[in-house]
């Protein structure tokens, strides 16, 4: 579903991604893990152009969206992405947060975006936060919303970077509940994450980077257990 070649991202003369190569399949759920600064929040960045690739090239069912004439607006409509620090619309409702880009962005019609919006809510566990402010909620309330913002657009891909690293311990669990949830809906879903249990228990892959290179991928029991470079040695017996 999605291709990645060859893809480099520089910021001046920082080699950021160097060279990644891989590929997303429909409905796969890929980890990706690595240090801090390796270069996995540019990499899903590229993936939806908020970052533009330096060369190579990324194709999204086999349309070339690092083209130069490609349409970013029309591209991003069909990927979700959740941040570290939910990024709400601090001035809207929970249903206002949720109802707005479909409206804005895809002419949904008002009822209908409502009628939508509120199925996702209750599928995040917020029914009855439909109509409070998010300075209302807590992080994992906040984090559920984004997801329910982000699926309100019908996306092909969700992108997460880090959705549970800004919250207290005891809400990562309501907001990874929701997200295994989306996995075994058959979401195509790429989740940068520290969460190592959600990793080896939801991802189909991981990503190992480190230093902007993609170091090692495969199946999580196979690189928890045995993984293939001293690299991922390394992290994993740091994290784990
Ligand atoms: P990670 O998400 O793995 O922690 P990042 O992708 O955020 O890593 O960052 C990788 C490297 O790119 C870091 O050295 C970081 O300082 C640099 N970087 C990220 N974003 C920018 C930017 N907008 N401008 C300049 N350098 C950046
Ligand atoms: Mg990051």
């Known amino acids: ?58 194709l999204v069912n086999d349309e070339e969206i690092t083209a130069s004439e490609s349409d970013k607006m029309e591209i ?4 979700g992405m959740v941040f570290q620090h939910f990024h709400l619309f601090p001035h809207m409702t929970v249903l ?25 809510i209750e599928k995040v566990g917020l029914s009855d936060k439909m109509d409070a402010y998010p300075n209302r909620l807590s992080g994992g309330q906040k984090q559920r919303v984004a997801i329910a913002r982000a699926l309100a657009m019908d996306p092909a891909v969700m992108l997460f970077d880090e959705p549970t690293s800004a919250l207290d311990p005891e809400m990562v669990k309501e907001v990874l509940d929701v ?52 690299r991922a040695k390394q992290f994993l017996d740091k994290i784990l």
């Open 96 to 120: 206002e947060n949720v109802t707005y880009a479909p409206q804005k962005v895809k002419k949904v019609k008002k009822a209908e975006a409502e009628s939508i919006a509120k199925q996702l």
């Open 1 to 58: 579903m999605i291709k990645v070649k060859n893809l480099i991202k520089n910021f001046d003369k920082n080699i950021v991604l160097k060279n990644i190569q891989t590929t997303f399949r429909q409905g796969e759920v890929v980890a990706i893990i690595g240090p801090s600064g390796s270069g996995k929040s540019t990499l899903l960045r590229c993936l939806n152009l908020l970052e533009q690739p330096t060369s190579g090239t990324i």
């Open 179 to 230: 997200m295994k949830d989306l996995a075994q809906t058959g979401m195509t879903m790429i989740v940068v994450t520290h969460e190592m249990n959600f990793a080896k228990e939801v991802a189909d892959r991981i990503l190992f980077l480190d230093e902007g290179k993609l170091i090692e991928e495969g199946e999580p029991a196979l690189f928890f257990n045995n993984p293939g470079t001293e």
């Open 76 to 79: 991003r409509k069909n990927i």
